[in-house]
């Protein structure tokens, strides 16, 4: 697909994104089976209710009301005191019941809004309509001419936050996503594993000339489980659109489908409207009735989110891309902030770049978390500001003391990466380079002017100290030696 650039520049995009979170239960929404399905066999997490059997009547699960209040809380939205649900009929081999359970006219999180940054640094602001919790369905796999049903997933709790259609770029669109996902992981309220599918994304987009009045017909991209996904498909989506709109054809209102691999969205079903899904009040599931001290004691056990950290490390002068890097994972955010409380910006510093430039991605959090105590990255920091350590050093030893046992000092001393930063023993080193013949030609460059080769003789006594020199000190020795 190829849209002269000039004819993009005419449209504009509108993007709204529905996200379906799946809520950090054990057990289902409505029944006490499993709430993690990864990696089991099809069909073995799941109860009668979730077959939707006769006579098996629904038991809301209370944490998955605890879970969505909490969401609220990071998405600056209101609790409703009342929220009710309702059946939402429409028939999937993978639901078994013939309708799914929601909550239509009256949702437990109402409005709210979420900040994000591009990456250039603009701000994006988007405000939400509404969240509620409602089930999953079960999953079709296809098998040519025929498909199989799983119902592992069939009544996993959910909620799904609908956003206003703020969005106006492909960028934003990934921006908006990934702070979704941060707000959520960061608060508790789910597991935030998009391969397993914890939060799916479904974007609707439509295109409309710059300055119009009304926007145009939207398609909404399904069931989209990465940032990238969201990023590249609305920008498919925008030209595509625009594509036909320039040949004179209509936009059809349906839903599509995204291929990764391919980069290309395609038609699945045309988009029902909510009255063809003859929304009714549940009658098996009495009200969510919340006071506004249940709310405040629930939202009160949020953790620090990361406006908090953003906010907190302004003093500490990080690069944007540092920030985000540590905020991409939470338990490294806590623990840059507790040696940030602890022993102040300069350390945390120190910590923060480490944390960002010396952990591999893939790392398990969860390991390097129980081996953290602020202590030990202090001393290292120490180590480093009494010239100690060389910063390649030290990186080593933060690698080590992530998972071990031993101090800061025992790894470098087992490691033998202590520098020599006594005085009379690096000059000592210094003035046997000096004397050396093979130094003769550079310390008569030095003195005609030619800084660059102070570094052969710098290296002459790293290397005969056996790495272990302070290199800075063995420079100004040098210096001091030819000035004498």
Not at 165 to 183: G, Q
Not at 282 to 307: C, G, K, M, R
Not at 429 to 440: G, H, K, R, T, Y
Request: aromatic residues 6%; proline residues 5%.
């Amino acid at each position: 697909m190829a849209v002269a650039p000039e004819i993009l520049d005419t449209y504009e995009m509108t993007i709204g994104i529905e996200c379906h979170v799946q809520l950090a239960t054990a057990t289902k929404l409505f029944s006490g089976a499993d709430n993690d399905a990864r990696d089991k066999d099809p069909n073995t997490a799941i109860n009668p209710i979730d077959f939707g059997l006769p006579g098996m009547l629904p038991v809301l699960n209370r944490e998955a009301v605890t879970l969505a209040v909490k969401a609220g809380r990071a998405l600056n939205s209101k609790i409703a005191t009342v929220s009710r649900f309702d059946r939402k009929h429409y028939f999937y081999p993978d639901l078994p019941k013939g309708y799914q359970i929601s909550q239509m006219y009256q949702p437990i999180i109402i409005g709210g809004f979420v900040e994000a940054t591009l990456e250039d640094g603009a701000p994006v602001k988007v405000r939400l309509h509404h969240a509620h919790i409602e089930e999953d369905a079960g999953k079709l796999t296809h098998h040519g001419t025929y498909s199989l049903v799983d119902l592992n997933r069939a009544g996993t709790p959910l909620i799904e936050i609908v956003s206003e259609p703020d969005i106006h770029s492909a960028s934003a669109a990934k921006a908006y996503a990934s702070e979704l996902h941060r707000l959520m992981t960061y608060a508790g309220v789910t597991l935030g594993n998009l391969y397993h599918g914890n939060m799916r994304f479904d974007v609707n987009i439509s295109v409309a000339k710059k300055g119009a009045t009304e926007l145009g017909t939207r398609a909404e991209v399904k069931n989209l489980n990465s940032f990238r996904s969201v990023e590249r498909a609305a920008q498919y989506e925008f030209e595509r659109q625009i594509e036909l709109l320039e040949k004179g054809e209509k936009i059809v209102q349906e839903t599509r489908g995204w291929d990764d691999a391919a980069g290309k969205t395609s038609s699945q079903r045309s988009k029902e409207d909510a009255q063809d899904y003859r929304y009714m009040p549940d009658p098996d599931i009495p009200p969510i009735v919340l006071t506004e001290e249940d709310i405040s004691a629930i939202q009160s056990t949020v953790p620090n989110l990361p406006a908090y950290y953003r906010a907190n490390w302004e003093q500490l002068g990080l690069d944007r891309s540092v920030v985000e890097a540590l905020l991409a994972t939470q338990s490294y955010a806590v623990l840059v902030d507790e040696v940030l409380q602890t022993s102040g910006p300069d350390t945390a510093r120190r910590v923060a770049h480490w944390f960002v430039s010396a952990i591999n991605p893939g790392e398990e959090a969860a390991i390097i978390a129980s081996n953290f105590s602020p202590e030990a990255y202090i001393e290292l920091s120490d180590m480093v500001g009494k010239n100690e350590l060389s910063s390649t050093a030290a990186k080593e030893v933060f690698q080590e003391l992530l998972t071990s046992e031993q101090t800061a000092r025992e790894i470098a001393e087992a490691k033998n990466l202590l520098q020599v930063s006594d005085e009379s023993a690096v000059l000592a080193i210094v003035d046997e380079v000096l004397e050396d013949p093979a130094s003769a030609q550079s310390v008569a460059d030095i003195k005609a002017g030619q800084e660059k080769a102070i570094g052969f003789l710098v290296g002459q006594v790293m290397k005969r100290s056996q790495g272990k020199a302070n290199p800075a000190m063995a420079q100004q020795l040098i210096r001091q030696r030819l000035s004498e």
